[in-house]
C-alpha cells in the first residue's frame, strides 16, 4: 500500500496535478479537498497526471469527477495524462473516457 502524493506545479496551459500511490476510499478525500483550492481561469487546460498512480477506486474516480466538475465551472479545460493500463480500463468501463482526454503523457496534452 503506497500513501498517497499529489504535487502541483505551473505549466503554459495551465496547472498539472501529479497523483502518486493510491487514491482510494482512504484518502481520495486528500484529492477531492486540495480540487477548489486549485485557481483556473476560463481557457487554461487543468491536467491531472495520473502517472504515479498505482490504485483507483471508485472513491478516486469520484474525486476525479470532481475535478471534471471543478475545470468545467471555470470555464477551464481538463485532460487526464499518463493514466496506468488497470485504471484507463476503468476508466473506459464505466465511460469516464467519453467526458475526460486522455494523453500518454503529460506533455502530450495539446494547448489548444
Known amino acids: 500500500m503506497s500513501p498517497?502524493?499529489?504535487?502541483?506545479?505551473?505549466?503554459a496551459m495551465g496547472?498539472?496535478?501529479e497523483i502518486?500511490?493510491?487514491?482510494?476510499?482512504?484518502?481520495?478525500?486528500?484529492?477531492?479537498e486540495l480540487i477548489p483550492t486549485i485557481a483556473l481561469r476560463p481557457g487554461q487546460r487543468?491536467?491531472?497526471d495520473l502517472?504515479?498512480?498505482?490504485?483507483?477506486d471508485s472513491s478516486g474516480l469520484s474525486a476525479l469527477i470532481a475535478?471534471?466538475?471543478h475545470a468545467h465551472a471555470a470555464q477551464a479545460d481538463i485532460a487526464l495524462a499518463a493514466v496506468p493500463a488497470h485504471t484507463l480500463?476503468?476508466?473506459?468501463?464505466?465511460?469516464?473516457?467519453?467526458?475526460f482526454p486522455i494523453h500518454p503523457e503529460t506533455d502530450t496534452a495539446p494547448d489548444s
Not at 4 to 11: F, G, P, S
Not at 21 to 31: F, M, R, T
Not at 51 to 56: A, H, P, Q, R, S
Request: hydrophobic share 45%; proline share 2%.
Open 51 to 56: 502517472g504515479g498512480m498505482e490504485f483507483c
Open 89 to 99: 480500463r476503468t476508466l473506459r468501463i464505466v465511460g469516464l473516457d467519453q467526458i
Open 15 to 17: 496547472p498539472v496535478l
Open 67 to 69: 475535478a471534471h466538475n
Open 46 to 48: 487543468f491536467i491531472l
Open 20 to 32: 502518486f500511490g493510491e487514491l482510494d476510499y482512504d484518502n481520495a478525500s486528500k484529492l477531492r
Open 4 to 11: 498517497l502524493k499529489i504535487t502541483i506545479r505551473d505549466a
